[in-house]
């Protein structure tokens, strides 16, 4: 099993929950000493079980195909890919390849590193995927014309983006991976209180304070969600949906728009190289403090 953004919040607890359930967990982390230590976190937590972990830092594609080949040349087999690495930023920033950096790792990593690893995960089925997406995606859009938000850039319409693709992609990937024995599923956590939001603006940190308070729920919380669609015997068959609180529950009507799916699909192929033509770029790069998981 395969867990991107292992190494906080409800990754973390995610592969701290499947260690201890015997299952062989692969958990990739950003930072070389943070992921070494979070390794050996979830190894105490879990006498004998089988975890072991790889870096990528999901905003550089050379980074996600790196890493793609290392799960190829040290995994025979994958049975559970956990997308769950994300990312926000308070300013607009655009990563090395020239991509507006929230669509880049939340949305484009989850693709490329999916689409690089399908090959391996349709050999072993019964075998799911499970996108951590967002209830954030119900109040988003999907400009083709400004994908990068070079007019208008807020943090939470960029997020709310990237998760919408979350979506949108969980649905057009069963489709086309019906009847193979891989299930393709997304979820909104839940309102956690992770570290993720601390690049939020700082006129919304009281906000934020009171929220862990009152609203947010623990990383663990969100984590067992994560581990409810990996596992659950009841959704060996359930594929394409997407859950809210482990129920699954109908996505915004953008999400469920084909014709947009499809436009995605094709862009995010040209985005990551995996189809002909060159990847569009931006004329400049901007900088900005961001959080990632």
């Not at 070494?36 to 999901?58: I, K, N, Q």
């Not at 049975?79 to 769950?84: G, I, R």
């Not at 999907?142 to 007019?151: A, H, K, N, S």
Request: aromatic residues 6%.
């Amino acid at each position: 099993m395969l867990v991107t953004g292992a190494t906080s919040g409800i990754g973390l607890e995610a592969a701290r929950s499947l260690a201890r359930q015997g299952a062989k967990v692969v958990m990739v982390g950003r930072d070389a000493g943070k992921t070494a230590r979070c390794l050996e976190e979830v190894r105490r937590g879990a006498p004998g079980a089988d975890v072991t972990s790889l870096l990528c830092d999901f905003s550089r594609q050379a980074d996600v195909r790196r890493l793609a080949s290392d799960v190829l040349a040290k995994f025979d087999r994958l049975e559970v890919l956990v997308n769950n690495a994300g990312s926000v930023f308070q300013h607009r920033t655009l990563t090395e390849d020239g991509i507006e950096a929230t669509f880049a790792v939340n949305h484009l990593g989850y693709f490329l590193l999916t689409q690089l690893l399908l090959d391996r995960i349709v050999r072993n089925p019964p075998a799911r995927i499970v996108n951590v997406a967002s209830v954030a995606h119900r109040v988003a859009t999907m400009d083709f014309d400004d994908l990068y938000f070079e007019r208008g850039y807020r943090i939470m319409r960029a997020y709310g983006r990237s998760k919408l693709g979350n979506v949108l992609y969980t649905r057009a990937l069963a489709q086309k991976l019906a009847g193979t024995g891989v299930t393709v599923n997304c979820l909104h956590p839940g309102t956690v209180a992770t570290n993720i939001w601390s690049a939020a603006p700082g006129w919304t940190k009281p906000l934020f304070a009171i929220l862990r308070k009152v609203a947010m729920i623990s990383a663990e919380r969100g984590g067992q969600r994560i581990v409810h669609l990996v596992v659950s015997p009841d959704l060996s068959e359930t594929t394409g949906q997407y859950f809210e609180k482990d129920r699954a529950t109908i996505p915004a009507p953008l999400a469920q728009d084909d014709a947009l799916s499809r436009r995605l699909w094709e862009e995010s192929e040209r985005l990551t190289g995996l189809a002909t033509g060159p990847a569009k770029s931006a004329p400049r790069r901007d900088t900005a403090a961001g959080a990632r998981a």
